[in-house]
């Protein structure tokens, strides 16, 4: 029997799958059910909702309301505003040549493998944190990325310790985003759930937010709340959106990092709040976060390979300043992982370990040439995590 | 991170949608081949959606979303034959007759049968290859293997087949 014969036979020897399109629907509606988490108690999958919601919610603190903010305003505000990252210690950024990029490189490879044997967990990623150096191009594992008693946020009790940013002023790794440090440098704040979830959908207590003193190596409980927390540290102080247990409205606060004194600032924006802005005429696309002086980073295109993308940096008044206009897909000359802000400058790596770019608006890209790290390998990625030093 | 969107009126308002929507039909028909029943193909697409909505910021950007998905969608799969394990034993016992509404109205009951005996892994190549039309270099991706890694997982699974029809899949 021939393929196509055999192929034949196996769709008749399993038949149509029924009602299609009525099962996809039924399948968004469950998804909007969720993300809703207005069902509480009522719907036996509703504690899973309000952990995936809680994940989408940590996302979006992290990322969303600050780029949310600036491209409402017109792309025009300072670092020193409200929200905006604390200014970065390299103020006068030295030559690209002579300095080194922090850079974690994520390895996706043992999650698929879990998944395709049919594992009921996934396989861990695997992060190493390290520097390339722009003189050599060469990536480096920097052996000092170690918990060293470092807290970190925890929600399911298999989560591990995972460097996620490289402090310049601490000059060391921490387990925390950089908005989750404080804007001295001192301290980053975590949240643990209670208790710890074994599996998406487990029932669990309270949230409580701590803030952990890096230099002091202490740890204070700062506020529990009996739903989730999600925050970020800014200039006016720890600004916490929380969503209560079992679902319903979230509401957004101000904690007092000395006194954990919580004040209710009025509902929270959803989770799910649209990042699309019409300003720049984005039918198709996403953002990558802000540039050192809080513009929005704009991908407008398609995402699979050979689709058009132009990245830009928007500017006032619906100003594209374009970093990259060509074509997506990992096989692309540039296909940066992400932006990293540092002063003027912004650096990428590209997502085939291939390269590191360094754009400013007034010289454009440049490419650096990378190695040390796995190339062309679709489940490891590469993102810059932090200015030159 | 990317917080991507696909050319729909739903990128406006959800750009996760908008990118794994069109791939719901695949992933129900995938769950549907592999569970031969349209509840628990329908659960295992929406977990499988909530699932990937929870792990979306393991979505790499820039290459197929399909993939992606797919893997979820037969790692739920395996959980839910996993956690029904009597009905399984049932099947076993019962070879000899349709099980379920599904099996009695089977297209080709000899067939199907045999590939309800198959082991989850040889039945998921062989579904994502004969029912889904995947390539072998898609199947190597939701398989997290080679391309030729994957060709080598369908003949072995065609060579299973054949064990139990073997007069007709001799060229297959």
Known sequence: ?389 | MLIAAAPTEAADTDPFLALIEPLLPAGYRLAYAMLRSQAEAEDALQEALLRAWAARARMRPDTSPRPWFLTIVANQCRQQRRSRWWSVLKRADLPDGPTTPEDAISGDPDLHRALARLPHRHRLVLVLRYYLDLSFEDIGRVQGVSTGAAKARVHRALRHLRAEVPEDLNDA
């Open chain 1, 1 to 389: 029997m021939h393929e196509n014969e055999f192929r034949h036979r196996f769709r008749a020897s399993i038949g149509e799958a029924p009602d299609e399109a009525a099962a996809a629907q039924r399948a968004v509606a469950t998804l909007h059910r969720g993300r809703a988490a207005d069902e509480g108690g009522r719907h036996p999958r509703a504690l899973a909702f309000v952990a995936m919601a809680l994940t989408l919610l940590v996302l979006t603190s992290l990322l969303g309301p600050r780029i949310v903010r600036t491209v409402r305003t017109g792309g025009a505000t300072s670092p020193a505003g409200a929200g905006a990252p604390p200014p970065s210690p390299a103020s006068a950024p030295k030559p690209a040549t002579a300095c080194r990029l922090p850079m974690i490189v994520t390895d996706s490879r043992a999650v698929l493998s879990a998944a395709a044997a049919g594992a009921d967990s996934n396989g861990m990623e695997t992060e190493t944190a390290g520097f390339v150096s722009l003189a050599t191009g060469r990536f480096q594992a920097d052996p000092t990325a170690v918990p060293d008693g470092m807290p970190f946020s925890r929600m399911y009790a298999k989560d591990v310790w995972r460097p996620q940013v490289y402090d310049t002023v601490l000059r060391r790794w921490l387990p925390v985003q950089s908005d989750e440090v404080s804007p001295d440098h001192g301290s980053y704040l975590y949240v643990d759930y209670s208790p710890l979830l074994a599996a998406k959908g487990n029932p669990f207590d309270s949230t409580t937010l701590h803030v952990y003193d890096v230099r002091k190596r202490t740890d204070r409980a700062l506020w529990t709340y009996a739903g989730a927390i999600a925050a970020q540290w800014t200039a006016r102080g720890i600004e916490a959106t929380t969503t209560p247990r079992g679902g319903g409205q979230g509401l957004a606060w101000l904690v007092d990092p000395d006194s954990g004194a919580a004040t209710a600032k009025g509902p929270a924006p959803p989770p799910d709040q649209p990042l699309i802005d019409r300003s720049y005429g984005i039918r198709t696309g996403g953002y990558y976060g802000t540039d050192g002086r809080g513009r929005p980073i704009i991908v407008e295109g398609g995402l699979n390979p050979g689709s058009h993308a132009m990245y830009f940096v928007g500017g006032p008044n619906g100003r594209r300043i374009v970093i990259h206009d060509g074509v997506a897909g990992p096989d692309a000359e540039f296909a940066p992982s992400g932006f990293a802000p540092d002063g003027d400058r912004l650096w990428m790596a590209n997502v085939d370990g291939t390269a590191i770019w360094l754009w400013t608006e007034r010289d454009g890209l440049k490419r650096f040439a990378l190695s040390g790290v796995i190339q062309h390998d679709p489940y490891v990625t590469s993102r810059v995590v932090g200015p030159c030093l």
